[in-house]
């Protein structure tokens, strides 16, 4: 059955499931949100049924809400549970120094907030989203509704001066109408090709009145899991400085893995 399942549909399954194996009986966890950290989460949620783990759930998103609750993931809100032991999610683009681009789904805020109020943050990816240089992915910039062309037309003016090659900014649709975010904001995409300080961006982007966040990770996140279709992962943690090299079996997950596609 995996065999009709594409390879980056394994890719994300395998890094998923080896990301689940890092949370442990009593966490609080941060749930991503995206085609990835779903995975994440149906993992966790067959790991509740059929092993009795014991999780508090915080999710970055409604749609994420709405999927740890329905496998069974007590779901309680970040001001609940205060702090997080671990965050995982998914992510655009990472980078070597695990720098990310974070917002293709339009929940950067919620991820970005959760993410840092967690002791570790964990990406889940296939390989496809390693880059060199950030930037070749739109980046997300949430913005308020009120003046968006505004700020729109202000976040151009900053990126002139700075090492961006391209300079517009799209308002992201859905359908004929603008994208919404679930704080009811608007996501401007910003097309830049590559982005030579991205440290330097996140901070002057949020300088912007009108600019809630940006879809830049930095420094944020701790450790990457590297899902690859043939079932091989690849663990980097940036602040030991290691790579792990692991495998989940696919045989042996098959059903997992056709369950929870179904
Ligand atoms: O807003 C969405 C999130 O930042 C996602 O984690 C990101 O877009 C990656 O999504 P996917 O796992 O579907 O590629």
């Given at each position: 059955?995996?065999?009709?399942?594409?390879?980056?549909?394994?890719?994300?399954?395998?890094?998923?499931?080896?990301?689940?194996?890092?949370?442990?009986?009593?966490?609080?966890?941060?749930?991503?949100?995206?085609?990835?950290?779903?995975?994440?989460?149906?993992?966790?949620?067959e790991m509740v049924r059929?092993?009795?783990?014991?999780?508090?759930?915080?999710?970055?998103?409604?749609?994420?809400?709405?999927?740890?609750?329905?496998?069974?993931?007590?779901?309680?809100?970040?001001?609940?549970?205060?702090?997080?032991?671990?965050?995982?999610?998914?992510?655009?683009?990472?980078?070597?120094?695990?720098?990310?681009?974070?917002?293709?789904?339009?929940?950067?805020?919620?991820?970005?907030?959760?993410?840092?109020?967690?002791d570790q943050m964990v990406?889940?990816?296939?390989?496809?989203?390693?880059?060199?240089?950030?930037?070749?992915?739109?980046?997300?910039?949430?913005?308020?509704?009120?003046?968006?062309?505004?700020?729109?037309?202000?976040?151009?003016?900053?990126?002139?001066?700075?090492?961006?090659?391209?300079?517009?900014?799209?308002?992201?649709?859905?359908?004929?109408?603008?994208?919404?975010?679930?704080?009811?904001?608007?996501?401007?995409?910003?097309?830049?090709?590559?982005?030579?300080?991205?440290?330097?961006?996140?901070?002057?982007?949020?300088?912007?009145?009108?600019?809630?966040?940006?879809?830049?990770?930095?420094?944020?996140?701790?450790?990457?899991?590297?899902?690859?279709?043939?079932?091989?992962?690849?663990?980097?943690?940036?602040?030991?400085?290691?790579?792990?090299?692991?495998?989940?079996?696919?045989?042996?997950?098959?059903?997992?893995?056709?369950?929870?596609?179904?």
């Amino acid at each position: 059955m995996t065999g009709e399942l594409s390879p980056i549909d394994r890719a994300k399954f395998v890094a998923a499931k080896r990301a689940a194996d890092m949370v442990e009986d009593g966490m609080r966890v941060g749930l991503g949100t995206g085609s990835t950290a779903a995975w994440l989460v149906r993992c966790l949620g067959e790991m509740v049924r059929d092993e009795g783990l014991k999780i508090q759930g915080v999710p970055t998103s409604t749609r994420t809400a709405a999927l740890a609750r329905e496998v069974g993931i007590e779901v309680v809100s970040l001001d609940q549970a205060g702090w997080l032991d671990i965050t995982i999610d998914g992510a655009d683009e990472f980078d070597g120094d695990l720098n990310l681009i974070k917002g293709g789904g339009g929940a950067l805020l919620q991820e970005k907030i959760v993410a840092t109020a967690s002791d570790q943050m964990v990406v889940i990816a296939d390989a496809g989203k390693e880059v060199e240089t950030l930037g070749a992915y739109p980046l997300p910039v949430e913005v308020i509704p009120f003046g968006w062309q505004t700020t729109r037309k202000l976040i151009e003016e900053t990126l002139v001066s700075m090492d961006v090659l391209g300079r517009s900014a799209a308002l992201r649709m859905n359908g004929d109408a603008p994208f919404v975010t679930d704080e009811g904001n608007h996501i401007l995409d910003l097309h830049l090709q590559r982005i030579g300080n991205p440290r330097q961006l996140a901070l002057v982007l949020n300088q912007v009145p009108g600019v809630v966040e940006n879809g830049l990770f930095i420094d944020i996140c701790d450790r990457v899991v590297i899902g690859f279709g043939d079932g091989r992962v690849e663990v980097r943690d940036i602040n030991e400085g290691t790579i792990e090299h692991d495998r989940v079996d696919m045989a042996e997950n098959d059903n997992l893995f056709t369950d929870l596609a179904d």
